[in-house]
């Protein structure tokens, strides 16, 4: 009886001392220790269809000399980017109303509404995108009552943009009106009875006082993008090959998991070192 009240006993005591633990350890064991598997991983090889244990750099030989690999990271790149820019230039003049043209609770109502669209599954909201997109959509046929016959948008960058606006941009907002609202509204007036004007005030003013927010939206925006696989294959058909389809083909491809570890490591440093550089401009000392 007495073994089992101290083993219960120590039990607790475990149980509570694992959730008192910092959250710098909860982070690392989630963080780091799919990271050193995702590393092992990469060296290992594939035989008969069997991954099998091992230490060998034909992996990273093969993927890191193969052109098809840098084009999919050039086109990635470049995706992730323009569609970070224009979710995030779209968002500004949203956040800017929202933050000084609206009301206390006018301003919860809206940034509530643009939390909305994450209750919904992302595969549903582009799913209905493609309705919208294909040749006998509705934006075809408003285009084609005009005259204007241009055939469908899907698996075209048009689509493919609209898709990761649509994942991205109200997240974007929300950051940004953060941002703005935070900001010291004397400052404004300051600039006004200086004799600023309105786009002086804006230019001068209000957006180098909220770059932190603006330039984290895009980072976000950039995150979501580059490592995003459902656009890129239901709006663009898979014709735009990124490094999310890279990866689900090279498994595909007689079970080469090492090599898409491969992929998703560069993929990995390649976001770590944008947020780190994204970061340290957004908090930099004017």
């Not at 990469?42 to 000399?65: A, C, G, Y």
């Not at 084009?71 to 820019?85: E, F, P, Q, V, W």
């Not at 991205?168 to 300051?190: C, E, G, N, R, W």
């Not at 490592?227 to 079970?255: E, M, N, R």
Request: contains cysteine; proline residues 4%.
């Amino acid at each position: 009886m007495t073994t089992s009240i101290s083993t219960r006993r120590l039990s607790r005591l475990a149980y509570s001392g694992l959730w008192s633990l910092p959250l710098p350890l909860w982070l690392a064991g989630f963080f780091l220790g799919p990271m050193i598997l995702l590393i092992w991983l990469s060296f290992w090889d594939v035989r008969n269809f069997l991954l099998t244990p091992d230490f060998q750099l034909e992996n990273w030989q093969k993927m890191l000399s193969a052109n098809y690999f840098w084009a999919a990271y050039l086109r990635t790149t470049l995706i992730a980017i323009s569609a970070a820019i224009l979710a995030s230039l779209v968002a500004l003049p949203c956040a800017l109303a929202i933050s000084f043209f609206l009301g206390l609770k006018a301003r919860m109502v809206v940034l509530g509404l643009f939390v909305v669209p994450f209750f919904t599954s992302y595969l549903v909201r582009i799913y209905s995108w493609q309705i919208y997109l294909t040749e006998n959509g509705i934006i075809m046929k408003t285009l084609a009552a005009v005259g204007i016959d241009s055939g469908s948008l899907l698996n075209t960058p048009l689509a493919l943009m609209v898709g990761l606006v649509t994942l991205t941009l109200p997240l974007v907002i929300v950051i940004q009106s953060i941002s703005m609202l935070s900001l010291d509204k004397t400052l404004i007036d300051a600039a006004y009875n200086l004799g600023c004007g309105p786009r002086r005030v804006l230019f001068a003013t209000v957006l180098p006082a909220v770059r932190p927010g603006i330039v984290l939206g895009a980072l976000f925006a950039f995150i979501f993008s580059f490592g995003d696989f459902v656009t890129a294959t239901y709006l663009g058909g898979g014709k735009f090959t990124t490094l999310s389809i890279l990866i689900a083909d090279t498994v595909k491809s007689g079970q080469q998991w090492p090599r898409a570890a491969v992929v998703s490591l560069v993929m990995i440093a390649t976001l770590l070192v944008s947020a780190l550089g994204a970061i340290s401009y957004a908090y930099r000392r004017a």
